[in-house]
């Protein structure tokens, strides 16, 4: 059986054609393009190159080349099928350094096209210590390979595995910090949600309306507020059960969202309360969303628990004095209520 049989499988079928060439950080290719040029000054070597194996594709690219001539060139972004190189058959029997590569290697014909006659090849370990691919030089003349030359060359592909393994490490350090970012996002999220409906829970909508408030004071805006409950709530619960309980509040947030503007947050601030605030809006034109979103909430059908219907209290805020404006807009609600329920009413404040 052919040696690199034995190391590297059975022969493949037809070459699958050119693959995706790999890429590599900026900094390791500066460092592997200076490696290469001090190779090529110590060895004599004509054409010094650092190249990846596709495995899967059987595939060898030449990723960096330095070349001191015209007699013997290795271009950059070659990919030539790998049972054809002279690197497969250099680590399938360990002959890593030849002056005469014809006699060691008579089966290359890539080889003896080029006129390669001396070549030396080293691999190169990726990080869980498989070879990424070689480091290697070849001349067309008969170079003596030294052992200082050969250690010098294995000293510079440990230093280039050590480089994959330094970006590897870095890349993990990255991808775990985009995690731990995605994480830390979506805690806060959850914090800042109520479970139920969905939307903003109370300390979520109060953390807005300070946003908005700042906002609507830079721009000499005002903020509209609607504070709302469900009527007779309490009954819900106690005729039709808590899951339809449930139902009528996932009713009630689905109709603020029908009803508002993407700029707009609303949020559910507890038990049957919900809060909703509107940028650049008054106090005014607040009664006119609390209306619309009372009548849509009166006009649900199919629900198990029968017709609801809510109560609002409107009031706006020009961002100096958020607090005042929920009070305001508490006592409105508490207007609507007492006034018969189903009904919205409005306060007015600075």
């Given amino acids: 059986m052919d040696p690199a049989d034995a190391l590297l499988g059975p022969a493949p079928g037809p070459h699958p054609g050119p693959t995706a060439r790999p890429t590599l950080d900026a900094d390791l290719v500066d460092h592997a393009r200076h490696l290469l040029a001090l190779l090529a000054r110590i060895s004599g070597l004509r054409s010094t190159y650092l190249t990846n194996v596709d495995w899967a594709g059987e595939v060898q690219h030449i990723l960096l080349s330095h070349n001191t001539g015209t007699d013997l060139v290795i271009p950059e972004g070659l990919a030539v099928p790998w049972r054809d190189t002279l690197c497969r058959r250099s680590l399938a029997t360990g002959i890593d350094r030849t002056e005469d590569v014809a006699g060691q290697f008579p089966d290359c014909d890539a080889a003896a096209a080029l006129g390669i006659r001396s070549f030396i090849s080293v691999a190169v370990l990726d990080v869980d210590g498989s070879i990424y691919g070689t480091l290697c030089g070849a001349s067309n003349d008969e170079v003596a390979i030294s ?3 050969h250690a010098t060359m294995v000293a510079l592909g440990e230093m280039v595995s050590l480089q994959l393994r330094e970006r590897a490490a870095s890349r993990e350090i990255g991808r775990q910090a985009e995690e731990l970012t995605r994480a830390n996002a979506r805690l806060q999220e959850l914090v800042l949600t109520d479970a139920l409906t969905g939307l903003p829970n109370r300390r979520g909508v109060l953390e807005a309306l300070e946003r908005l408030a700042g906002a609507a004071r830079r721009n000499d805006q005002r903020v509209g507020l609607v504070w709302l409950d469900v009527d007779q709530f309490k009954g819900v619960n106690d005729r039709f059960g808590h899951h339809a309980g449930d139902d009528a509040l996932r009713l009630v947030a689905d109709s603020l969202r029908s009803v508002i503007r993407a700029q707009d947050v609303a949020g559910r601030v507890g038990g049957d309360e919900f809060l909703v ?26 629900q198990a628990f029968g017709p609801i219907s809510i109560s609002a209290g409107t009031a706006s805020t020009d961002g100096r004095d958020p607090e005042a404006a929920l009070v305001a807009a508490d006592r409105a609600l508490y207007v609507a209520k007492t006034g018969g329920r189903d009904r919205v009413a409005t306060h007015a404040t600075r």
């Fill in 277 to 302: 605030l509107l940028p650049d809006t008054d106090e005014v034109a607040a009664a006119s969303v609390a209306e619309r979103l009372r009548r849509r909430v009166a006009q649900a059908e199919g």
């Fill in 147 to 149: 052992d200082d030359v």
